[in-house]
């Protein structure tokens, strides 16, 4: 039973455009969500989170959306780059508690 | 230069062999973690330790074992009880091991089976 779902495997996006990763869950109890990028042969790399107090948190080119009634959070890259080409991986778990729940992860390719 | 080192990055195993995955950290971070990731799964806990000499199952410990005598290693055995072990495996680290905290991650170890 997955409690994260990331249920686009890949996303091709043209460079300078907005790229919209999507991540669902289906535990109510998670109230804290991060955002992970992985790239080839590398271990995952910490890119944004938010608390479940917040809806929206931006970080530069990044901003990542919660909606908790749809139990939905989602992350925007605008404007999108090269570099970000990579697998993004969505993660969940409960505050003050050890274990993340982890998406399977979707792949973004930036098209030149 | 601080960061987690994972060796080897290729590691194959023979029927009924134990084998041992290196993780090693200078981050002086209290908590350090083992995933599991297979093709179209998200990363699996296989075994977490918040402090040296104590650690705690996830929820895929079946097959493996762990030590953690020192703060900066976390060795990962993948023992002959583990039916299906062809993965990559990661391991990370964090400050003090609570969900809020980035915890950061070696390059990985890929395990087949010959």
């Known amino acids: 039973d997955q409690q994260v779902k990331q249920n686009s495997p890949s996303l091709s996006v043209q460079e300078g455009r907005i790229s919209i990763l999507n991540c669902d869950y289906t535990?109510?109890?998670?109230?804290?969500f991060l955002w992970y990028k992985k790239y080839p042969a590398e271990g995952p790399t910490f890119l944004i989170s938010?608390?479940?107090i917040k809806d929206k948190n931006e970080d530069g080119r990044f901003t990542v959306f919660l909606n908790k009634s749809a139990k939905h959070l989602s992350l925007h890259i605008v404007p999108s780059q090269p570099g970000d080409s990579a697998v993004y991986f969505c993660?969940?778990?409960?505050?003050?508690?050890?274990?993340?729940?982890w998406g399977a992860g979707t792949k973004l390719i930036i098209k030149p | 230069d601080g960061g987690i080192t994972q060796s080897p990055k290729y590691l194959f195993r023979k029927e009924g062999q134990n084998v041992t995955l290196s993780c090693e950290q200078n981050?002086?971070?209290?908590?350090m973690y083992w995933y599991r990731q297979d093709p179209g799964q998200g990363l699996r806990l296989i075994y977490y330790?918040?402090?040296?000499?104590?650690?705690q199952k996830g929820d895929i410990a079946e097959g493996y074992s762990v030590s953690r005598e020192k703060k900066e290693s976390f060795p990962l055995t993948v023992t002959s009880a583990q039916k299906n072990p062809t993965a990559f495996y990661l391991c990370?680290?964090?400050?003090?091991?609570?969900?809020?905290?980035?915890?950061?991650f070696g390059p990985g170890t890929r395990l087949l089976v010959l």
């Open positions: 938010i608390s479940s």
């Open positions: 981050l002086n971070h209290d908590a």
């Open positions: 990370a680290s964090s400050i003090g091991g609570l969900v809020q905290e980035t915890q950061y």
């Open positions: 993660a969940a778990g409960e505050d003050s508690n050890y274990q993340l729940i």
């Open positions: 330790s918040q402090i040296v000499n104590d650690f």
């Open positions: 535990n109510s109890m998670f109230d804290y």
